[in-house]
């Protein structure tokens, strides 16, 4: 008899054996996809007039295109500052459930001289042309898009309950003093919109954006790198609080959301189903609690 961990036991010795004495090969576990780290000017100087009539340079947000091929099938094109546009690729398909785990992606290589991201799959996604079939034009910055239906993937989808994900007011006026302090594109050229990530008063992933959907779906692209749930986590925007934005922090699993902007009537009406929490108008500690009051300790 052979032992387990006897030297004997090589292939060809495993070969002999009976078939019900070899063990299963172990399942191999899926890799997260690879990466490319595409650097890219985020703002640019150009020369302005003035009330007065002087002319001096100011610096402004560097919006390009990014057009996503998924398996040289071109899908959508996106503006952005191009911040984390591979994050941004991911958190895009996942958002979009063209994808239900980052793990389907085998890499992202992103190009800024042709403006593209070329997405490549283990496997191919075979409900691509079904699920990207009908499209809604958004409100978001830079026209978001939202496949499908609405309400499409969010059925049966269950977010922690207030009394398990609560957020002391102290910890929400943290949250914005530090975000306030991060050093940003908008504090140098303005015109784009911020998200945060937060656990607590404690600052996980930052990301700036033309689009502030697009900033949601580059933390979702994060979130899926790191493995990171969204129960305990808070995210805090710049931008307003659409329908869209209340579906993609719902689809990361993250129950509240903090802006400094404020709320649509169908923003609010799809947070309150989903039994979400909304604050808005928040400056300093100064805020408004649109829904989901009962998260708030």
């Known amino acids: 008899m052979i032992e387990p961990g006897n030297p004997q036991l090589h292939a060809g010795a495993l070969a002999r054996l009976p078939a019900e004495a070899a063990a299963p090969a172990p399942a191999v576990a899926l890799s997260l996809p690879r990466l490319t780290r595409a650097a890219a000017e985020l703002t640019l100087e150009v020369s302005v007039l003035d ?27 996106l503006m952005t500052l191009g911040q984390a546009p591979e994050l941004l690729v991911l958190g895009y398909l996942l958002n979009q459930k063209l994808v239900d785990d980052v793990r389907e992606i085998e890499s992202v290589s992103v190009d800024w001289d042709v403006e593209a991201a070329a997405v490549r799959t283990r496997t191919g996604l075979p409900h691509l042309a079904e699920r990207s079939a009908r499209r809604i034009v958004t409100t ?17 989808l269950r977010l922690p309950p207030p009394e398990a994900s609560r957020v002391a007011v102290a ?18 050229a303005g015109s784009v919109h911020g998200t945060a990530l937060l656990r607590g008063g404690e600052l996980l992933f930052h990301v700036e ?29 710049t931008g307003r609080l659409t329908s869209e934005m209340v579906m993609k922090a719902a689809t990361i699993g993250v ?8 709320i649509t009537a169908m923003g ?6 989903l039994g979400m929490t909304l604050v808005g108008r928040a400056s300093g500690r100064r ?5 989901g009051e009962a998260r708030l300790a």
């Open 209 to 237: 954006d033309v689009g502030r959907h697009n900033a949601v779906d580059s933390v979702a692209g994060w979130m899926a790198m790191q493995g990171v749930a969204g129960a305990d986590k808070m995210l805090v925007t």
């Open 268 to 273: 609010h009406t799809l947070a309150t189903r």
């Open 287 to 291: 805020f408004i609690c649109y829904c």
């Open 171 to 188: 910890t929400l006026v943290q949250a914005l003093d530090t975000v306030r302090g991060l050093p940003s594109v908008h504090r140098e």
């Open 140 to 156: 978001g910055c830079g026209q978001g898009t939202v496949f499908g239906d609405l309400m499409a993937g969010l059925q049966g």
């Open 51 to 77: 009330a007065e009539g002087g002319r001096r340079p100011i610096r402004i947000p560097a919006e390009r295109a990014l057009t996503i091929y998924v398996d040289k099938r071109e899908l959508v094109t």
């Open 255 to 262: 129950p509240t959301i903090v802006s400094r902007n404020g």
